[in-house]
């Protein structure tokens, strides 16, 4: 009976020391989380292949960036229908009239019909924006392009809110003369394209434009633009 004793001690001395072992990781096995949320592993990166971008991935941006230089920024109007103000002489405020409300029986502009206010001296017309309500919307379409530094200027010389109705303004001189043509290079850098495209004058090539594009946010967008005229 002791013969038999002896070997059953061992066998159970055995099996609970492999118990043991087992119950604690090896040296490289995944460690053991007391909070679930430490086993969450950390996001892995995304990100646009620059060297993988095309001509017809930029096409979007260079669209809009031309309509920035040629400073319609998309904003669809009938320039058929322009508007005129006439400004408060108390806090310079502008309502939108017709041009037939201010001009006289002989045909010079009058603002008499509309006491406390005074004729615009830029006489510039005003016409109705019917794809953008606010200034804010067409930023925000804009942003999906470029970093608002490169349009933001422009813009505020170029558009009016009146009395809830976003406009387009229209002075004494020329817009549209320079615009942004088809992409002639791009060359990837570390974090960056730069972008050649096409300087038209009138639609004739005069000079380039040179883009900086970056991965801003997992979108494509322009985060600088200068304007190389042509020489001579």
């Known amino acids: 009976m002791k013969k038999l004793i002896a070997p059953i001690l061992a ?3 055995v099996l609970g020391l492999c118990s043991c072992f087992t119950t604690l990781p090896a040296k490289d096995d995944t460690p053991v989380y007391s909070d679930p949320s430490e086993s969450e592993s950390a996001p892995e990166e995304s990100g646009i292949d620059l060297s993988a971008v095309t001509e017809d991935d930029l096409a979007p941006l260079v669209a809009a960036y ?3 230089t040629a400073e319609d920024f998309t904003a669809e109007v009938d320039y058929e229908n322009g508007k005129a103000v006439v400004i408060s002489s108390e806090d310079g405020s502008k309502k939108i009239v017709t041009r037939d409300e201010i001009r006289a029986a002989d045909g010079s502009m009058d603002a008499s019909a509309f006491p406390g ?4 001296p830029a006489d510039a017309s005003y016409y109705e924006v019917t794809n953008f309500k606010t200034s804010a919307e067409l930023c ?3 942003n999906q392009f470029m970093l608002p530094e490169i349009y933001e200027d422009k813009l505020a010389e170029n558009f009016e809110e009146i009395d809830g109705v976003l406009y387009l303004v229209r ?3 020329g817009y549209g003369a320079v615009t942004c043509g088809q992409v002639e290079y791009i060359v990837p850098g570390a974090d ?7 300087r038209l004058y009138f639609d004739e090539p005069d000079g380039a434009f040179v883009l900086t594009v970056k991965d801003v946010d997992g979108a494509l967008k322009i985060t ?3 304007e190389e005229e042509a020489v001579g």
């Open 11 to 13: 066998l159970v001395l």
């Open 66 to 68: 031309s309509s920035v």
């Open 117 to 120: 206010y005074e004729l615009d």
């Open 140 to 142: 925000d379409y804009l």
């Open 171 to 173: 002075g004494g001189r």
């Open 192 to 198: 960056s394209l730069e972008v050649t495209a096409e």
């Open 224 to 226: 600088s633009a200068a």
